[in-house]
């Protein structure tokens, strides 16, 4: 019997994609290419999965982690040879517990539909992103997912409270904790949050929820200098006391190309500006909420911090301006451009984006590099395009990015995870000695080498 044959024993069917099928597969949201793999198994269950993982751990066969491939740095990239596991079965929401405010779920939920569900509630999955609609949870668990209120509620890791995962061989790690307290010794789910599919294949998950915010204020402001926004980032988080939930920023090319030369959406403030801030606020009680923001608004525009401002008047607005921050895509119909993720004391922002520039400057006479991120985190992406996608220049191009965050302690991966992509680069944002316990780690939980091998580290 093959390998595949085995897997067809546990899984039948059903759960089986070979031939030709893998390839029609696209091999991920912004990628053209089909699928290469041997075979998508597809598991109805945790049995199966480990019966499956048993049959491979056994075979030595490498296995890709599926989830909604929507990653950005090349984590569930599979070759001939490899098997993909996809979570795209693994979809049921087991329950919501409204007192202990928690949402147990199995890994292939995609984020949106669990979102939804808390809504029902009246409570909140605070993570949200871009591609909310096609990743899930057990994707954005394997990624430790950022996105849009992380300020606020941090990233995927503070919304995990337990998880269940099937090791390399097959055995499998419940660890469905309900607890916000538990320091009953490791608190092994970490193992498995950011560990892009290394260490185990998650399954289950119990996630926390929050209580759903009964105000919002969103409004995007002009300011002209970068002091400016980290000014009025200090100045606004102090005067919420703690009821910013987003402070998004978008560089004038970013801005300039969404609501001008796209012409996707229409401006709603002038493009005459150096830099546009979709700030939000969550809270308690919308009348005194909005008194308090527009009150914080008009301060900023009086002491000429910010140029203009819009506040979102609806729900409508609100999703408006929204889709301008969110509308990343439209940059990819200008040429080969590639979007990086990389994070920094919010302090040295401007500096590194300047240093990138003129590194940029001294390699090509045409270039983009448009910024924009999640600066209340720290966090920016910046779309380089030099007018050419050969891998050489590409090099070039990824070393301008990544070699200037080492003196100043910055991360080649904010939220988007290292995967195939930054493996080497890994070194600029971890000392040896870090990626060497990651080693030892990885050689405990999968002697094999079965789990998304090469991905992170060689
Ligand atoms: C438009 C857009 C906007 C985005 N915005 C953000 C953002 O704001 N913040 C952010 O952090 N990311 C963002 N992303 C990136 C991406 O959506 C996240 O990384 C997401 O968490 C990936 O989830 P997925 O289900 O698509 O995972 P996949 O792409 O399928 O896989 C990602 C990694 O996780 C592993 N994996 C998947 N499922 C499992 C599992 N069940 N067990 C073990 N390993 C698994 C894979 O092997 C791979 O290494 C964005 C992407 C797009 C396209």
Wanted: charged content about 25%; proline content about 3%; aromatic content about 6%.
């Amino acid at each position: 019997m093959t390998i595949i044959q085995d897997i067809e024993s546990v899984v039948g069917e059903k759960g089986l994609i070979t031939g030709k099928d893998v390839f029609n597969r696209k091999a991920g949201i912004w990628i053209d290419d089909g699928i290469r793999a041997d075979a998508i198994v597809r598991p109805k269950d945790t049995l199966e999965l480990s019966k499956v993982l048993a049959i491979c751990n056994k075979n030595k066969q490498a296995v890709i982690p599926h989830g909604g491939l929507t990653g950005l740095a090349e984590g569930a990239i599979t070759q001939q040879g490899q098997i993909a596991i996809s979570s795209e079965r693994l979809t049921a929401i087991e329950e919501v517990d409204e007192i202990g405010r928690t949402m147990t779920l199995q890994a292939g939920v995609p984020l949106e539909k669990a979102q939804e569900e808390a809504e029902k509630y009246n409570l909140m999955l605070p993570v949200d992103l871009g591609a909310r609609g096609s990743c899930t949870v057990g994707g954005n668990i394997s990624t430790n997912a950022g996105g849009n209120m992380v300020i606020k509620y941090g990233m995927m890791r503070d919304s995990v409270l337990g998880l269940e995962a099937v090791l390399a061989d097959g055995q499998v790690m419940t660890s469905m904790n309900q607890m916000l307290k538990n320091n009953s010794g490791y608190d092994l789910k970490q193992l498995f949050i950011g560990t892009e599919g290394t260490l185990g294949y998650v399954t289950k998950a119990v996630l926390r929820l929050r209580e759903k915010p009964k105000s919002t204020n969103t409004a995007l402001l002009a300011i002209d200098s970068f002091d400016g926004v980290i000014k009025f980032l200090k100045f606004i988080d102090k005067g919420l006391g703690g009821s910013l939930s987003a402070y998004e920023v978008m560089w004038k090319n970013f801005y300039e190309l969404i609501t001008v030369t796209g012409s996707n959406h229409n401006p709603p403030l002038p493009c005459e500006h150096n830099y546009y801030v979709l700030i939000e606020t969550s809270g308690a009680d919308q009348e005194k909420d909005t008194g308090h923001f527009e009150h914080l608004l008009e301060q900023g525009l009086s002491n000429q911090i910010i140029k203009d401002a819009i506040i979102a008047q609806s729900e409508s607005e609100r999703s408006r301006l929204w889709a301008i921050r969110d509308d990343v895509e439209q940059h990819y119909q200008e040429g080969p451009v590639k979007m990086f993720d990389v994070s920094m004391p919010i302090s040295e922002m401007e500096n590194y984006v300047q240093e990138v520039n003129k590194r940029f400057a001294a390699n090509w006479d045409d270039y983009k590099c448009v910024v924009f991120g999640h600066v209340g985190d720290g966090n920016l992406h910046v779309i380089g395009g030099i007018g050419s996608d050969n891998l050489k220049e590409i090099k070039i191009m990824e070393s301008c990015i990544y070699e200037p965050l080492k003196p100043i302690n910055g991360a080649v991966s904010a939220e988007h995870g290292i995967g195939l992509e930054k493996k080497n680069y890994l070194h600029i944002s971890r000392s040896e000695t870090e990626i060497n316990l990651m080693k030892s780690l990885k050689k405990a939980l999968d002697p094999n080498n079965i789990l998304n091998p090469g991905k992170v580290f060689d």
